[in-house]
Antibody, heavy 120, light 106 residues
């Protein structure tokens, strides 16, 4: 059974760095083809893909946010970490991590999401 | 970047209605298109992938079609549990979501 859970601060001040952790079970990020991605959703708005890390440590980022994002994995801990620098109130959103089984598929299992508010 | 445009933004329907939602891509994405259902306060749920493949456990009243730049999600007979917001997503080149279609009770 695949599960994912996001964790991190609920409140961050503008210009600070946001670090979110996705802890998962039921699969391994060392398995060929497996990916984990991050997606966010501002309150009342649409979903926005942010970043993805492949089983072989290859990475992809949203072009509009690439300069502010870093995605890493710790295979031994079954965790993926997303770091966003220089946050702004427009970054207030629910942040989700999600499992992608192969490169020919898309996100099939999602975490419950964690709401992050950026405010002074 | 590939842009995804859904229509309509809101749809009012009754239980038993046949419902169709359209998604257009700004360039060809072959069949790399997924549909998700999202209810308030919950994570999105994958319904359809590769334009027309039904995800395991999803009721057969949901179906998807299309290729290239135009796609549709059809609910053959709307059920009370189907009132939600639906998103299309392309995964031909990175990942992009549509703006969502809210299906509400008429």
């Amino acid at each position: 059974q695949i599960t994912l859970k996001e964790s991190g601060p609920t409140l961050v001040k503008p210009t600070q760095t946001l670090t979110l952790t996705c802890t998962f079970s039921g699969f391994s990020l060392s398995t060929s083809g497996v990916n984990v991605g991050w997606i966010r959703q501002p309150p009342g708005k649409a979903l926005e893909w942010l970043a993805l890390i492949y089983w072989d440590d290859d990475k992809r980022y949203s072009p509009s946010l690439k300069s502010r994002l870093t995605i890493t994995k710790d295979t031994s801990k079954n965790q993926v970490v997303l770091t966003m620098i220089n946050v702004d109130p427009v970054d207030t959103a629910t942040y989700y991590c999600a499992h992608r089984p192969t490169s020919g598929h898309t996100f099939d299992y999602w975490g419950q999401g964690t709401l992050v508010t950026v405010s002074s | 970047d590939i842009q995804m445009t859904q229509s309509p933004s809101t749809l009012s329907a009754s239980v038993g209605d046949r419902v169709t939602i359209t998604c257009r891509a700004s360039q060809s994405i072959s069949s790399w298109l997924a549909w998700y259902q999202q209810k308030p306060g919950k994570a999105p749920k994958l319904l359809i992938y590769k334009a027309s493949s039904l995800e395991s456990g999803v009721p057969s009243r949901f179906s998807g079609s299309g290729s290239g730049t135009e796609f549709t999600l059809t609910i053959s007979s709307l059920q009370p549990d189907d009132f939600a917001t639906y998103y299309c997503q392309q995964y031909n080149s990175l990942w992009t979501f549509g703006q969502g279609t809210k299906v509400e009770i008429k």
